[in-house]
């Protein structure tokens, strides 16, 4: 596994990411690796073009779908 050196961290963003990795019962190593991770899983391309597929895929069924909650609301009203 690769290994990453992170220099001149601010001292208030270091003692939040420490508190943050004990509060959730991490290692502040532990911690940061997860929050790396999930940084890099995002790809935004990506995730725009499967937005905007979905998107199509609505548009194609006739267009936005309707508030589910304001049907439950005048269901109720009858």
Do not use: H, Y
């Amino acid at each position: 596994m690769a290994q990453l050196l992170i220099r001149n961290i601010d001292d208030d963003a270091f003692a939040r990411m420490k508190a943050r990795a004990k509060a959730r019962g991490r290692s502040l190593q532990a911690e940061t690796r997860l929050i790396l991770e999930q940084a890099a899983a995002v790809d935004p391309d990506e995730a725009w073009a499967k937005i905007d597929a979905f998107r199509a895929r609505i548009e194609a069924t006739g267009g936005p779908q309707t508030d589910s909650a304001a049907d439950i609301r005048e269901d109720r009203d009858r």
